[in-house]
């Protein structure tokens, strides 16, 4: 559980860092290869990062970069929210609720 928290508190920081510097004409930019290729660059996607040669990372690109952000932030926090949701029951504790 240690291990999980101080992953999501750096993940948090991280987030906060990428927000606060962003400046405020740029949520509204449309997100394109180049945008894609920068954030491979610097491992932003991971392994497994659906990344096309010569097309980038297609599910990010066409959105402005305030959209993705946001709905990128609500997306991974429910998926493992939903991961945490299946270990609990895979040993067998309820959801607390």
């Known amino acids: 559980m240690a291990g999980v928290r101080a992953y999501r508190s750096a993940v948090g920081r991280r987030t906060r860092e990428i927000v606060a510097a962003l400046r405020p004409g740029t949520w509204d930019e449309i997100l394109s290869l ?3 290729r920068r954030a491979a660059d610097v491992g932003a996607f991971g392994p497994n990062d659906l990344w096309i040669s010569g097309m980038g990372h297609p599910p990010w690109q066409g959105h402005t970069r305030g959209d993705q ?3 990128s932030a609500i997306r991974h926090n429910s998926g ?3 991961e945490a949701v299946t270990v609990r029951s895979l040993g067998g ?3 607390g609720i």
Do not use: A, K, R, V
């Open 34 to 36: 180049d945008d894609t």
């Open 69 to 71: 952000l946001g709905s």
């Open 80 to 82: 493992h929210i939903g």
């Open 93 to 95: 504790y309820g959801l």
